[in-house]
């Protein structure tokens, strides 16, 4: 059976019993704070984020976390953003649907990202540059790959500006 998602198809005895193992799953493994405060996993953590194995598939425990607090399935393509920067953090109160820009911006703008080249005003100055320059030219001057002007001129990325 592909696992995609725990709201798949109708609540039946089966699946509640699959969800509250789930939870229960989550539950043994997370060492939670005071209210408000970040809830840590403490099972397996992958490159920083935590994991945890649904059915034989690896999954990232936030979406998982988010799928439960919410009661639904994650969006194709959809993000899940923290608002705590704390990449082990499953507190439902501090995950939110958003995309991959949005998980940028957010680091960006917290500072962090400290590698990241670009901020909301280069952005702004990259657009106008579009008006007489082409996009390879603004990526040698910027130092940026021609994609990211690409995804930039597109809206693709930094859409919110």
């Given at each position: 059976m592909s696992w995609t998602t725990i709201w798949d198809g109708p609540l039946t005895v089966k699946s509640l019993a699959r969800i509250q193992s789930i939870t229960?799953?989550?539950?043994?493994?997370?060492?939670k704070g005071e209210r408000g405060e970040c809830w840590i996993w403490t099972?397996?953590?992958?490159?920083?984020f935590g994991k945890m194995t649904v059915e034989g598939r690896q999954l990232y425990v936030h979406r998982v976390a988010w799928e439960l607090a919410n009661r639904e399935k994650i969006p194709e393509g959809?993000?899940?953003l923290r608002s705590c920067s704390n990449l082990t953090c499953v507190n439902p109160d501090h995950l939110s649907l958003g995309c991959q820009g949005d998980i940028m911006?957010?680091?960006?703008?917290?500072?962090?990202?400290?590698?990241a080249k670009l901020t909301r005003?280069?952005?702004?100055?990259?657009?106008?540059?579009l008006k007489f320059m082409t996009q390879k030219q603004i990526a040698k001057e910027e130092g940026l790959n021609v994609a990211t002007i690409g995804r930039i001129k597109r809206r693709e990325s930094w859409k919110e500006i």
């Amino acid at each position: 059976m592909s696992w995609t998602t725990i709201w798949d198809g109708p609540l039946t005895v089966k699946s509640l019993a699959r969800i509250q193992s789930i939870t229960a799953a989550i539950h043994r493994k997370t060492r939670k704070g005071e209210r408000g405060e970040c809830w840590i996993w403490t099972g397996t953590v992958v490159k920083g984020f935590g994991k945890m194995t649904v059915e034989g598939r690896q999954l990232y425990v936030h979406r998982v976390a988010w799928e439960l607090a919410n009661r639904e399935k994650i969006p194709e393509g959809a993000s899940i953003l923290r608002s705590c920067s704390n990449l082990t953090c499953v507190n439902p109160d501090h995950l939110s649907l958003g995309c991959q820009g949005d998980i940028m911006s957010s680091l960006v703008a917290r500072d962090k990202w400290p590698a990241a080249k670009l901020t909301r005003e280069k952005v702004l100055q990259i657009r106008e540059k579009l008006k007489f320059m082409t996009q390879k030219q603004i990526a040698k001057e910027e130092g940026l790959n021609v994609a990211t002007i690409g995804r930039i001129k597109r809206r693709e990325s930094w859409k919110e500006i």
